[in-house]
């Protein structure tokens, strides 16, 4: 408990010293008894996908991931902690800040080459992944496999040969949408919210021949944030397994964005998997309203950044998480919460059809136990506690993206 309490209190702390206390807490508890050493062991020894994460942002802003950040997540030693082998970075490109289609791919584009860059800064400790030999590669060398997940159908406006040059560059999974309808599907926010001010409901013409050159080309479809029409859709258009990247359990917490039951199961039915977002607001179904009245409390704050920044921007929202994170990590969910999610799915469907997309770096805060991607083999500890066995984990923890992966990339 000691331990669970200091790492609550890091952000007060400066960097150094956080990433001192962080690793030694984490080694510390671990090594407690002999037995939750071995529970340790098996974490990091285990093939660990995470399927969604949004730090490419931050390095978007000119802030250094490479080095132990305070603010963020992740980072390259928060990685590290938390025995990542696999990180599918998010490219996205917010559909409020630019003024037409073309600039969507530049800026996606130039997503791509920051993440390049970093990955030639760190060759000994990166590696992006073109290929399923790639991931094999970069295990035996210890490297983290660096994966190209586009978020938000968006980026290629009405432009088919945009797939070709992003799968070219990377791209292994392609979100059809984000929370905005486009040119290839309805989001889940408007089936739900915006239902009239659609044009199309589903998968669009266009969005068939999407689903058709990505199963040609091996880029996984990715239905997280997609709205239930176009999921149908794109269950009955699609020849390859398909995933959710970072949704979560809509009986357990009643959200546009998490998946219903029938969805869950077609998901597995077509051989691939939901991949569980640790997001409070989608694991907690009392997270969003408590968070909204955080907002109101602050809202003279909030106007004083909007002043500063503009509020379509990632400094604006950066700010306004450092200034609400610690106010909304009080009424937080935990680890256990999340285990709900995933032993869900687990009893639903199988343990075949479930992983991790935590979201990190996308979202303000994240549950008690896993603020950030280092407590990541604390999820481990919390799976076998909850009687999963060392195989089930390892198919949770990344075996489960691996085999999708192997499947439809190649
Ligand atoms: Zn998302």
Not at 126 to 151: A, H, P, T
Not at 159 to 169: A, C, F, S
Not at 275 to 299: C, E, M
Request: proline share 2%.
């Amino acid at each position: 408990m000691k331990l669970i309490l200091l790492v609550i209190k890091l952000p007060a702390l400066n960097g150094i010293k956080v990433k001192l206390f962080l690793s030694l807490a984490l080694s510390l508890f671990f090594t407690v008894t002999s037995c939750e050493r071995s529970i340790h062991d098996i974490h990091m020894e285990s093939f660990v996908a995470d399927t969604h994460n949004d730090i490419i942002l931050r390095a978007m802003e000119g802030e250094d991931i490479l080095s132990f950040h305070q603010e963020t997540q992740s980072d390259l030693e928060k990685f590290k902690l938390g025995g990542v082998d696999l990180q599918v970075f998010s490219i996205w490109v917010s559909p409020s800040n630019v003024n037409n289609d073309e600039e969507y791919f530049q800026k996606a584009n130039s997503m791509i080459s920051k993440l390049n860059f970093l990955i030639s800064r760190v060759p000994d400790d990166w590696g992006l992944v073109k290929s399923f030999q790639d991931i094999s590669y970069n295990n035996r060398k210890n490297k983290m496999s660096c994966v190209i997940g586009v978020e938000g159908g968006h980026i290629i406006g009405n432009k088919i040969e945009r797939i070709d040059q992003l799968h070219n560059r990377g791209m292994k999974y392609l979100g059809l949408t984000w929370n905005n309808s486009n040119n290839i599907a309805s989001s889940a926010k408007d089936e739900v919210l915006n239902i009239n001010s659609l044009s199309v409901i589903g998968l669009s013409n266009f969005g068939k021949k999407v689903v058709r050159r990505c199963n040609d080309l091996g880029v996984i479809i990715d239905v997280s944030h997609l709205g239930e029409q176009a999921f149908w859709d794109v269950i009955e258009q699609s020849k390859s397994p398909i995933i959710a990247s970072h949704s979560s359990v809509f009986s357990l917490c009643p959200h546009y964005r998490n998946l219903k039951d029938d969805q869950i199961k077609a998901i597995a039915k077509k051989g691939g998997a939901v991949f569980i977002n640790f997001y409070p607001g989608y694991i907690d179904s009392t997270f969003s309203k408590k968070a909204d009245l955080v907002d109101s409390k602050y809202d003279i704050e909030l106007e004083i950044l909007a002043e500063k920044y503009d509020t379509l921007s990632n400094q604006y929202w950066f700010e306004k998480m450092k200034l609400l994170k610690h106010e909304k990590a009080k009424f937080a969910p935990n680890i256990n919460d999340v285990i709900k999610h995933i032993s869900y799915v687990v009893d639903l469907v199988g343990v075949d059809f479930v992983g991790i997309g935590s979201d990190y770096d996308g979202v303000e805060i994240m549950p008690t136990g896993l603020e950030n991607v280092a407590k990541l083999p604390f999820l481990t500890k919390k799976l076998i506690e909850n009687g999963y066995t060392i195989r089930d984990v390892r198919k949770i923890l990344g075996g489960n993206f691996k085999r999708i992966f192997k499947e439809v990339c190649k």
